[in-house]
C-alpha cells in the first residue's frame, strides 16, 4: 500500500538557519505530493505540492521538488523564523477515482528559537 | 477566503454515549473527508464521501462511525457508542481536486 516515511523530530533551529526535513513514499502509480503545516492549536494547513515528477512547489520561502527516481519530497528553507515553528506534515494523494485521500507521514515538529 | 469549519471546538462526553462533529465544507467542493489525530500521533484516515455515499473507509470506521450530508451544506460525523480510544482530534476536510482543505479540527475527550 501507499506509505509516507519522514525524519524523526524534533528538529530545534535558530533563526535563520537552513531547514531540511527528509521525506520519502511507497507508492504505485503517481502520486500527487504535498507538505501541510499544523501550528501550534490548529488545524492543517496545505503549505506546498507537487503533482508531477520534477515539479518543484514552493510557498512562503519553503520548498521541495518531486523526485521520482529517489521516490522523495524533502522540505528546505533557505532562512527559518521564529514563526515557521510548527508540526509539518508530508502527504500523498494517489487518485482512486472517487476521491483524493492523503497518506500522512507521522509528522516533524520543528522549533526554531530567536 | 473560503474555509471549512467545524463544530465544536472540543466535545466531552462519557464511554458509551453518542456523539456528532460538524462540519461546513467549503461550498462549491464535491469531496468530503473525516480524519484523526490521537495525541502526539499521525494523521490517520477515517472516510472520504462524494456524490452522496462513502467511497473509501479505512479499517477504523468500523459499525460504531457514520458520516452523512444531510442537507447539502454540513458534513457530519457520528460515533453512536463512544469508547476512551476515541478520544482524538477530528478533522473534517474537503476538495474540488487533489488539494484538501482542513477545518481547525474538533477535539473529542471521552471519559
Known amino acids: 500500500g501507499n506509505s509516507v516515511t519522514q525524519m524523526e523530530g524534533p528538529v530545534t533551529l535558530s533563526e535563520e538557519a537552513f531547514l531540511t526535513i527528509n521525506c520519502t513514499y511507497t507508492?504505485?502509480?503517481?502520486?500527487?505530493l504535498f507538505w501541510y503545516v499544523q501550528y501550534p492549536g490548529e488545524g492543517l494547513q496545505l503549505l506546498l505540492k507537487?503533482?508531477?515528477?520534477?515539479d518543484k512547489g514552493s510557498n512562503k520561502g519553503f520548498e521541495a521538488t518531486y523526485r521520482k527516481e529517489t521516490t522523495s519530497f524533502h522540505l528546505e528553507k533557505g532562512s527559518v523564523q521564529v514563526s515557521d515553528s510548527a508540526v509539518y506534515f508530508c502527504?500523498?494523494?494517489?487518485?482512486?477515482?472517487?476521491?483524493?485521500?492523503?497518506?500522512f507521514g507521522k509528522g516533524t515538529l520543528l522549533t526554531v528559537n530567536p | 477566503e473560503p474555509e471549512v469549519t467545524q463544530t465544536p471546538s472540543h466535545q466531552v462526553t462519557q464511554m458509551g454515549q453518542e456523539v456528532i462533529l460538524r462540519c461546513v465544507p467549503i461550498?462549491?467542493?464535491?469531496?468530503f473527508y473525516w480524519y484523526r489525530q490521537i495525541l502526539g500521533q499521525k494523521v490517520e484516515f477515517l472516510v472520504s464521501?462524494?456524490?452522496?455515499?462513502?467511497?473509501?473507509k479505512s479499517e477504523i470506521f468500523d459499525d460504531q462511525f457514520s458520516v452523512e450530508r444531510p442537507d447539502g451544506s454540513n458534513f457530519t460525523l457520528k460515533i453512536r457508542s463512544t469508547k476512551l480510544e476515541d478520544s482524538a482530534m477530528y478533522f473534517c476536510?474537503?476538495?474540488?481536486?487533489?488539494?484538501?482543505?482542513f477545518g481547525n479540527g474538533t477535539r473529542l475527550t471521552v471519559t
Open positions: 507508492a504505485t502509480g503517481y502520486p500527487s
Open positions: 507537487a503533482t508531477k515528477a520534477d
Open positions: 461550498s462549491n467542493h464535491l469531496y
Open positions: 464521501f462524494y456524490n452522496n455515499e462513502i467511497s473509501e
Open positions: 502527504a500523498l494523494s494517489y487518485s482512486g477515482g472517487s476521491n483524493y485521500k492523503l497518506t
Open positions: 476536510a474537503s476538495s474540488w481536486e487533489v488539494s484538501l482543505h
